[in-house]
């Protein structure tokens, strides 16, 4: 009698709730970015106390989607775009938790920033992340609707955010003559550098999903 573990309904299954897994795994990462938005913005540190909670649940969720993805590729039943599907995700499931946590780190920033006056740059740092945060979104609608052409277009989005990135370095680094702490100025260097970076990942996420569905690079 045919094993269950070796059948092709099986196979599908199981790939079906990794895809999902993969997006609640996103949705997690959503919510942390939208954490660290009110700590950093909104100045509540309650909100950048959650964050650390719900990093432990994507954590999690990242190690159980490695290891269902290994699990998986040792079937030897999946077909040349299933295989690609997998060792895609094993990969872009590192971009979520890598945002997750730099999105934490946001919210340690946001506790470090509090006893200070809220900086004169801090509206064109809220437009820097809000586009990242529209990126990750992007980037997990490309995913779960296996849209290539969102994956490639998240480049252009990237872009934005490396000339917000120049920009705001060259107004908070190189200014002459600070009064006051120089901390602030230290701190939104690091926001900006942790949103240029989240930005990358979800171009990456975007990449991956080019690559599911093309098999190409």
Do not use: W
């Not at 700590?39 to 159980?64: G, P, V």
């Not at 499931?93 to 740059?121: K, Q, T």
């Amino acid at each position: 009698m045919e094993n269950q573990r070796t059948t092709p309904l099986y196979f599908e299954r199981q790939l079906k709730q990794l895809q999902r897994d993969v997006l609640r795994m996103g949705a997690l990462v959503e919510e942390s970015c939208r954490l660290a938005r009110r700590a950093l913005f909104e100045r509540d540190l309650s909100a950048a106390s959650q964050i650390t909670i719900q990093d432990k649940q994507i954590d999690r969720l990242y190690r159980q989607i490695e290891s269902d993805c290994v699990n998986m590729m040792t079937l030897q039943i999946a077909v040349t775009q299933n295989l690609r599907l997998i060792t895609a995700v094993m990969q872009l499931v590192r971009d979520l938790e890598r945002i997750g946590d730099y999105a934490e780190d946001l919210g340690e920033i946001a506790v470090m920033l509090f006893p200070y006056p809220v900086h004169s740059s801090m509206d064109r740092v809220q437009v820097m992340l809000d586009r990242c945060r529209a990126m990750l979104a992007m980037s997990l609608a490309a995913l779960s609707d296996l849209d290539a052409k969102s994956g490639l277009d998240m480049k252009v989005k990237d872009d934005a955010v490396d000339s917000d990135y120049e920009t705001l370095y060259n107004l908070l680094a190189r200014q002459t003559h600070v009064q006051g702490p120089v901390e602030p100025i230290v701190l939104l260097v690091l926001v900006i550098r942790h949103l240029e970076r989240m930005a990358d990942h979800a171009t990456n996420i975007g990449q991956r999903v080019v690559y599911i569905v093309t098999g190409q690079r």
